[in-house]
């Protein structure tokens, strides 16, 4: 399968603003691109690239006084499969899991676990360990969290997607890691595309999406609390411990988002 994606996002300052953006695709995925993925600008600005500490593409701009437009388009190979669903993978104790994964069991910004440790281990502790467990999470996070783009809320963390039980994809997701990293499994944030592929066309625009991943059975597993089905053409930007780790821009000074296309099709 051939996917087509990309993107145009304006940023409005009134001053030269360092940013830091998070636009490029995962470095696992670089190997499936059928043609290059690059950012660029409508004027001219300097780019550095780096690799931050989890492993994701990223740059550093100052973006100049007035509208700059940064912008992607490419196309990518994709299986066409479902994510796969391990139904036969082992919860690790904590002693035996890889140091660089013990990150991905504390709490951060938006997964205030110790708010959540009592009532996720009330509520699931007595479903199997493992897979199961991680589904079981998924389940109750899906049907106690209403989709709604305008109750979209930037400082709401998982224990404000359970009290206020409406949000977007990335509260479905720092709800479910909150639970999973409170019964002692590892949970990391994934953004990325996700077009509406195999699935009925979803009449809202397109957006970037959110999802995670759990460390069981000695490797990283999709999961996704909002849609809680397996789906087909995933394209991975980004992991961290939430969102704040792969947020698509952060600038160090006022930068108003004033234009947001996303691109996600597959080709026939």
């Not at 145009?8 to 490029?24: K, R, S």
């Not at 139904?87 to 069991?105: G, M, R, W």
């Amino acid at each position: 399968m051939k996917i087509r994606a990309g993107f145009h996002l304006g940023y409005e300052c009134i001053q030269p603003t360092p940013m830091l953006l998070v636009l490029n695709i995962h470095p696992s995925r670089r190997a499936d691109l059928l043609s290059e993925q690059v950012l660029t600008f409508d004027r001219p600005i300097e780019v550095w690239e780096y690799t931050d500490s989890f492993g994701n593409a990223c740059s550093r701009i100052i973006a100049p006084p007035g509208l700059t437009t940064i912008s992607t388009r490419f196309e990518i190979y994709d299986t066409g499969q479902p994510d796969v669903v391990p139904t036969e993978a082992v919860q690790h104790a904590i002693k035996d899991l890889p140091d660089e994964v013990l990150v991905f069991l504390l709490g951060s910004r938006y997964c205030d676990t110790d708010r959540l440790s009592d009532f996720a281990w009330k509520t699931f502790s007595s479903t199997p360990l493992g897979w199961a467990r991680v589904q079981a999470i998924c389940d109750f996070v899906h049907n106690h969290i209403t989709f709604d783009y305008q109750k979209a809320d930037v400082l709401r963390t998982a224990h404000g997607g359970f009290t206020d039980k409406s949000g977007v994809c990335r509260d479905f997701a720092h709800l479910a890691m909150a639970f999973c990293r409170c019964l002692n499994i590892p949970a990391r944030y994934c953004t990325g595309y996700l077009g509406d592929i195999g699935v009925p066309a979803d009449p809202n625009p397109m957006d970037f999406s959110a999802w995670f991943e759990v460390f069981l059975g000695g490797h990283w597993h999709t999961v996704d609390a909002r849609h809680n089905t397996p789906r087909i053409g995933r394209i991975l930007m980004a992991t961290g411990r939430d969102a704040t780790d792969v947020a698509m821009s952060t600038a160090f000074g006022p930068a108003t988002l004033s234009r947001f296309e996303v691109i996600t099709e597959e080709v026939p």
